[in-house]
């Protein structure tokens, strides 16, 4: 049941990352609007209320009210908000609108847009986990038993039913809960916004203010989600245990060291299936539960998994509980008579390097190259469907461009006939050279045409090409995600363990959130690390660095993007610092790669004390020179890897090594 409800669960962490995207979407369509806003009516980057409130002018109207139409059509075709609709035709009939009223207006139809998603996503979201949970949890019990007997197929008026039917005390349904959030957050942005007008705030902080709430906003949209498809598996559970004849269950929580205390307390608890309540006597209790029911026989006892600390998976007795795990997972208890649950997987690959490094009491280059290979496989087969299709798309392109070469070349020797023809022409004035001459058009014409006819199809498959390598290449933040989930299934990753902003001195820098965002796709091992060597310092300067001995972060960049990259980098170099083994490391690979190289200035824009060994290095600020006491080789390693990783792939030896530290340090 565990692993059935964990597949209902990851229906729902699916869904997340493309509302996650959603919400960017959003944020940039209101950043874009901001923008344009401030841009028309501000004086010296500053907006007065007076201003704010002055009426749109004849133009200014005429143009607010084709964006409403906009807005109507987009309604009608996408079954917006009723309500909103009817507000949306108000105004677009209004004769006076001030320019606040505009912009607010502008910024509720982003938030309708994207809460219209949410409900129709969400809905399709868990039928298909209330659906498919349900036909579950019925073959896995009929499994059990040997024997098969019909069951009823849902239509759509039975699953209606059943979604609108609140599972909570409150009394509240998923869409309640969704509607709640956007009045909300329609609030909260509306007030914001007017307060920053009276404030007479720069567009860059009224941006990143207003981002920030939505960022909350998409934190709570993404407990919201996990929640209700724990509750609407656990609800197609308990009709089914009904229809399946089932007298009791039991709740079953995940022996692992994450369980929350009020599971660890229920796990083993046995209830009739009369006592079956959604989120009382049964999962979620709470935000993010994992916990699950099973059918409960008085005599029967199997088996079911157990993880430890370091990731191991076990068989333990289906009837131990978790006090009974704790004493053997975590304080070390005897562990003899359980059966470890071996695989092929990236993490059982990893733990076995990690194992021949305890025998040996060292790491070797050999093993962060092995480590460090099965990442880069990895994540390079999860994008070589792009590799080929930009292989295809070239070949195509190359194709149909020789295929022009030719036509072009025809043409041309056509027209140097005709030209030759038309100066005899023009001294003879004979008819017959005039008749070639229209032969030679004729013969012509069709080949111009299809040269032509190439123009629109090539300039396709170059779209299509583009497209293709920006798919290969990724945004920023998804490579960063990628990355990050790679290294979860191999070991612990983020910063929640950590106190941080205690870490951060709570920094009233801008760039605090990014260095805090920027912590948690690092191992955790290494950010629990990180305090050791004292409190960090954030600060928003025109180039990067990290001081050690001022224990300062100083972070570049005008956009999130470039400050996320920044941030990335120069935590590279405090775990250089902090995280044992690192430097070692550096300085053996630094030696290798750059033995016979001498040093050279970086170049324009840069002191002339700043040299580097370039080497075949995929950037030659790789190889910077600090005599020793520092490197750029993991802090822009793990640039690349988090943020541009097919950049970091041209260099493969250098790839691996930066995956082996990640993997095994």
Same mark, same amino acid.
């Given at each position: ?343 092929? !997987? #990236?993490? =059982? +690959?990893?733990? $076995?390097? *990690? ?10 280059? /050999?093993? &962060? ?90 300039? !396709? #498959?170059? =779209? +299509?090409?583009? $497209?293709? *390598? ?10 960063? /995600?990628? &990355? ?113 190289? &001498? ?67």
């Amino acid at each position: 049941m565990e692993i059935l409800q964990e597949a209902q669960l990851k229906k729902g962490q699916n869904y997340l990352i493309d509302l996650d995207k959603q919400y960017r979407i959003t944020m940039k369509n209101i950043e874009r609007e901001l923008a344009y806003w401030y841009e028309r009516f501000a004086v010296n980057n500053q907006l007065s209320m007076t201003e704010a409130r002055k009426l749109l002018n004849t133009k200014e109207l005429k143009e607010f009210r084709w964006t409403v139409e906009e807005y109507i059509k987009y309604g009608r075709e996408n079954a917006l908000n009723p309500q909103w609709m009817k507000e949306l035709e108000n105004a677009s009939a209004r004769v006076h609108v001030s320019r606040l009223q505009a912009l607010k207006l502008q910024l509720q139809q982003q938030v309708e847009v994207l809460y219209g998603n949410q409900i129709d996503d969400l809905d399709r979201l868990l039928r298909d986990i209330y659906t498919d949970g349900y036909y579950r949890t019925a073959y896995e019990i009929q499994k059990g038993f040997n024997i098969g007997w019909n069951l009823h197929q849902f239509n759509d008026k039975q699953l209606d039913r059943i979604l609108s039917k609140p599972w909570s005390t409150d009394g509240r349904t998923f869409s309640d809960r969704i509607w709640t959030n956007k009045q909300q957050l329609l609030g909260t942005l509306q007030t914001r916004l007017t307060q920053q007008i009276v404030r007479g705030e720069e567009p860059k902080k009224a941006i990143d203010q207003i981002s920030e709430l939505m960022g909350v906003d998409r934190r709570k949209a993404g407990r919201l989600v996990m929640t209700e498809s724990a509750a609407f598996a656990s609800i197609a559970q308990k009709d089914c245990f009904k229809e399946l004849g089932v007298e009791k269950f039991e709740i079953v929580a995940t022996l692992d060291n994450r369980t929350s205390e009020l599971c660890q307390d229920l796990d083993g608890e046995v209830f009739d299936m009369k006592d079956y309540e959604v989120g009382v006597t049964a999962p979620p209790f709470h935000p993010w539960c994992r916990t699950v029911t099973a059918p409960y026989f008085d005599d029967e006892y199997g088996e079911r998994a157990a993880r430890d600390e370091e990731g191991n998976v076990y068989y333990v007795p289906s009837n131990m509980k978790y006090p009974e795990w704790y004493e053997k997972f975590v304080e070390g208890g005897n562990k003899e008579g359980l059966e470890l649950i071996k695989s092929n !997987d #990236l993490k =059982s +690959k990893i733990q $076995a390097i *990690k194992d021949r490094i305890l025998n040996r009491g060292s790491i070797t280059s /050999k093993d &962060l190259d092995e480590a460090g290979g099965l990442i880069f496989e990895d994540l390079k087969n999860e994008r070589i469907r792009y590799e080929k299709e930009i292989e295809e798309l070239q070949e195509k392109i190359k194709e149909k461009e020789i295929e022009v070469k030719n036509l072009i070349k025809q043409s041309e020797e056509i027209h140097y006939e005709w030209g030759d023809l038309f100066s005899e022409y023009m001294k003879t004035k004979d008819q017959n050279i005039w008749r070639e001459m229209e032969k030679l058009k004729a013969k012509v014409a069709p080949i111009d045409k299809k040269i032509d006819e190439f123009s629109p199809i090539i300039y !396709d #498959l170059q =779209s +299509k090409l583009d $497209a293709a *390598k920006i798919n290969y290449k990724g945004t920023i933040r998804d490579n960063a /995600k990628e &990355l990050k989930n790679k290294l979860l299934e191999i070991r612990p990753v983020g910063n929640a363990s950590l106190d941080i902003d205690a870490h951060l001195k709570h920094s009233r820098s801008p760039m605090r959130k990014i260095v805090k965002e920027a912590y948690d796709y690092y191992p955790t091992e290494w950010v629990q690390q990180s305090p050791y060597a004292g409190t960090l310092t954030p600060k928003k300067v025109n180039r990067g660095y990290y001081k050690h001995l001022k224990r300062e972060i100083g972070v570049s960049g005008d956009i999130d993007q470039h400050s996320f990259k920044t941030a990335i980098h120069e935590l590279g170099h405090r775990f250089e610092r902090v995280v044992p083994g690192i430097l070692e490391i550096e300085k053996e690979f630094y030696e290798k790669r750059t033995a016979g190289e &001498l040093l050279e200035w970086l170049g324009p824009g840069y002191a002339k004390d700043e040299k580097t060994r370039k080497d075949k290095f995929i950037n030659k600020y790789i190889g910077k020179d600090y005599d020793g006491v520092a490197y750029e080789l993991v802090s822009m390693g793990f640039e690349y890897a988090y943020t541009d990783p097919t950049k970091l792939w041209e260099d493969e030896e250098y790839a691996k090594w930066i995956y082996g530290i990640l993997a095994l340090l």
